[in-house]
């Protein structure tokens, strides 16, 4: 049979070079036109929780604030898995869902049960990252200043590097924390209003 096809081949040479030239054509024609990816996302519908509790060191954001979160959305329903990362004064959770669930659907959901999460004093309330891949990176970069008191150098990450950093392409949040938040107090003076009224 293989002695067949090989003299058939052979003695009909043109034949064979016509059917390579059409397979290579059908074949180039097919992977132009091939929707091309270098980063596919491969990963299920995932929400991240950030919260953020100055002054806190990892130990303590692990126990009073990454805990307590996790607690409440373990058994949420269509919960795949649930991880986390505590750092100095911040806590990330990523909560991944089932293959196929809506993002906004499961978005209601960690944002109901985050109602319920009891935090200590002075940490905020969890915030729901933007809605992106998590074959995303959540880089955190530092600023320093020998001259600069930590409330300016606050000022100018929300500011203008916040602003920035939004405006280049594929960056989706930017979350300033640490330093010291600029508050003002109104102070009134008792016998003052007592005066005016």
Do not use: C
Request: aromatic share 6%; charged share 20%; no cysteine.
């Amino acid at each position: 049979m293989l002695d067949r096809i090989i003299r058939g081949s052979l003695r009909h040479s043109w034949a064979v070079l016509a059917l390579t030239a059409a397979l290579m054509g059908v074949g180039s024609l097919v992977a132009f036109r091939l929707p091309v990816d270098v980063f596919p996302d491969l990963t299920a519908p995932t929400v991240t929780v950030l919260t953020e509790a100055k002054g806190l060191a990892p130990e303590e954001v692990e126990l009073l604030v990454t805990f307590p979160v996790e607690s409440a959305l373990n058994g949420a329903s269509g919960v795949r898995r649930i991880r986390s990362v505590s750092g100095p004064g911040i806590a990330v959770v990523w909560v991944e869902f089932e293959w196929g669930a809506e993002v906004y659907r499961v978005r209601q959901i960690v944002a109901e049960r985050l109602q319920a999460v009891i935090l200590p004093a002075g940490v905020e309330r969890p915030a729901l990252g933007p809605i992106s891949s998590i074959m995303g990176e959540i880089t955190f970069i530092a600023l320093t200043s020998d001259r600069l008191p930590p409330i300016e150098l606050r000022r100018i990450a929300e500011t203008f590097i916040r602003r920035s950093l939004l405006a280049l392409p594929g960056v989706s949040q930017v979350v300033p924390i640490g330093g010291d938040v600029r508050e003002y107090a109104v102070e009134l003076d008792p016998a003052a209003v007592a005066a005016t009224a």
